[in-house]
């Protein structure tokens, strides 16, 4: 008799207990595959090439020759893999450009000199886009200055 009350008295995991135990089951599992994830991503992006603007020059005659205007961006490669700037956009149109290092490439940790022939005007907003051998995109606004850079 004694066994048959004991056996009406046990209980299984309440609800509450068993709702805890599979929160942090499902908690535990999603770091481990968010931690994976990131490791995993890591990886891949280590070695891309990462380009950011750094400063814009607009240059009205003062360059090498004094009869050409120019816009000189600076741009800084932080990734972990050299980049090479194929193509120059300003306002959606493609350009000619001329970058002052070796095959047009800039090193990573390095920042080079985009130099762009363009008869800019004056306070006039421009949407400078470059794109890399690797098809990757940095993307810049700036206005140019009110007058003449030169004096």
């Known amino acids: 008799m004694n066994f048959r009350k004991f056996r009406k008295s046990t209980k299984a995991l309440s609800p509450v207990v068993a709702s805890i135990i599979l929160i942090a089951v499902t908690v535990a599992v999603s770091v481990v595959v968010a931690a994976w994830m990131g490791g995993m991503s890591l990886g891949l992006m ?3 090439e990462q380009l950011s603007v750094t400063n814009v020059h607009f240059s009205d ?3 090498v020759d004094p009869l050409v205007d120019e816009i000189v961006v600076s741009v800084k490669n932080s990734g972990g893999a050299d980049a ?9 149109v493609a350009l000619d450009v001329e970058v002052d290092v070796d095959d047009a490439i800039i090193e990573k940790g390095g920042i080079s000199d985009v130099r762009i ?15 890399t051998a690797n098809g990757n995109n940095v993307e810049y606004s700036q206005v140019s200055p009110a007058t003449d850079a030169t004096p």
């Open 117 to 131: 022939t363009f008869d800019w005007d004056a306070s006039t907003s421009y949407s400078m886009k470059f794109t």
């Open 61 to 63: 005659g003062d360059g």
């Open 84 to 92: 090479e700037i194929k193509k120059v956009y300003i306002n959606g």
């Open 46 to 48: 280590g070695g891309a």
